[in-house]
């Protein structure tokens, strides 16, 4: 697509954590945007909600499934850009979107499901290793099949680590108040994108509280131990607060580029700037 020029954007997975705010950006930003939807009135009253907000925003929701090849492809030959954000459970799915991808013939790019660590570059444990591994399976089917692409790692959800200063075993539970579980020595450096900028920044806590080590060893016996979805929590935190993944390299010009130098112009929002928000 020509820089600054408006293109036709379906995203599907746009209900979910990340994808609502990659459709909401991209209505932002003047593109004509689409949702891929299963139902148009859900029973889940945030989700109705949600719809809601989109229609009231001028974006189209669009019926189809993922599991329905004909309506895929039908939804597809309408757009130009494709961004996929489903969850966990259907990364292994989007062959079904690479799928229709070549048979609609018209698709400028495709981002598939990433928004996390580079598969490509981390040191984790199942289930989260499994995962990747479908992620990097799909890198090879893309390219492959000479689809034009854009793989957009953004490390740790800010809005996913940093309230509960990333202990995991507390995710959702807002800012820790007596103590905090450190997995490893807690001096591994890592990565955080608040899901509205997209951006990097590096970890700090704010506060002065007990301090709870676990220990590798320990860890990988709680990864095993653990059941849906604490299990996958740890095992990413294994990757990026024991093993630092993220920044335990340089991003080369090979296969990446750094945000910040990307868009220089884009006001960022740092970890001091996040956590002031929790006080």
Not at 50 to 70: Q, R
Not at 83 to 92: E, T
Not at 123 to 142: E, F, G, M, N, Q
Not at 160 to 166: A, M, R
Request: glycine share 8%; with cysteine; hydrophobic share 40%.
């Amino acid at each position: 697509m020509e820089p600054g020029r408006a293109c036709r954007v379906l995203v599907i997975g746009g209900t979910g954590h990340i994808g609502k705010h990659i459709v909401d950006a991209s209505v932002r930003h003047g593109h004509s945007t689409s949702v891929l939807i299963r139902d148009a009135t859900p029973s889940d009253p945030a989700k109705a909600q949600l719809l809601t907000s989109f229609v009231d925003s001028g974006i189209a929701l669009i019926k189809g499934d993922l599991y329905n090849h004909e309506s895929l492809v039908k939804a597809i030959k309408s757009t130009d850009i494709i961004i996929s954000a489903v969850g966990p459970r259907q990364l292994a799915e989007q062959t079904r979107i690479v799928t229709a991808i070549k048979e609609a013939g018209n698709v400028k790019r495709f981002l598939p499901s990433e928004f996390g660590s580079d598969v490509e570059r981390v040191h984790t444990v199942d289930p989260v290793a499994s995962l990747y591994a479908r992620k990097v399976d799909l890198r090879r089917l893309i390219e492959a099949e000479g689809i034009p692409h854009t793989y957009v790692c953004c490390n740790g959800f800010a809005e996913t680590y940093l309230p509960s200063i990333g202990d995991v075993t507390t995710v959702g539970a807002g800012p820790p108040s007596e103590k905090i579980t450190v997995l490893g020595d807690g001096d591994a450096k890592a990565v955080f994108v608040v899901e509205e900028d997209i951006a990097v920044y590096t970890r700090k806590a704010c506060k002065t509280l007990q301090i709870v080590r676990i220990t590798d060893a320990n860890l990988l016996e709680w990864i095993e131990e653990a059941a849906l979805p604490l299990n996958i929590l740890l095992s990413i935190a294994l990757s990026i607060f024991v093993r630092g993944d993220q920044a335990n390299f340089e991003i080369e010009p090979s296969f990446g580029l750094e945000a910040t130098e990307l868009y220089p112009n884009v006001k960022y929002t740092t970890v001091d700037a996040y956590l002031n928000r929790l006080l």
